[in-house]
Nanobody, 116 residues
Framework: QVQLVESGGGSVQPGGSLRLSCVVS????????MGWYRQAPGKQRELVATITSIGSTNYGDSVKGRFTISRDIDKNTMSLRMNSLKPEDTAVYYC??????????WGQGTQVTVSS
């Protein structure tokens, strides 16, 4: 059974920074792509950033230049560094993993609140 556990969420003032982490455990042969998604109240879940097994990254337009995704292949972990946070970044952030067999796994989410 594959488990994803996020951490690092919290409350921060506009302009501040946070770092989210996701640890993957369980029986997963290999990971094709990892990513972060977020969902704000009343809105659909949206892409934040993804990173593939060869390190290719992709970012949502609203976070480009402010967020940085990274991963440690050996430890099956992924991080999201979030700088210059804005109130509109407030959401529940979810970790997602796609295996080499294209199975998808989601974490339970971690709340990020940006408010003065």
């Amino acid at each position: 059974q594959v488990q994803l556990v996020e951490s690092g969420g919290g409350s921060v003032q506009p302009g501040g920074s946070l770092r989210l982490s996701c640890v993957v455990s369980g029986s997963i042969f290999s990971i094709y792509r990892m990513g972060w998604y977020r969902q704000a109240p009343g809105k659909q879940r949206e892409l934040v950033a993804t990173i593939t097994s060869i390190g290719s990254t992709n970012y949502g337009d609203s976070v480009k230049g402010r967020f940085t995704i990274s991963r440690d292949i050996d430890k099956n972990t992924m991080s999201l560094r979030m700088n210059s946070l804005k109130p509109e970044d407030t959401a529940v952030y979810y970790c997602k993993v796609v295996s080499s067999y294209y199975n998808e796994y989601w974490g339970q989410g971690t709340q990020v609140t940006v408010s003065s």
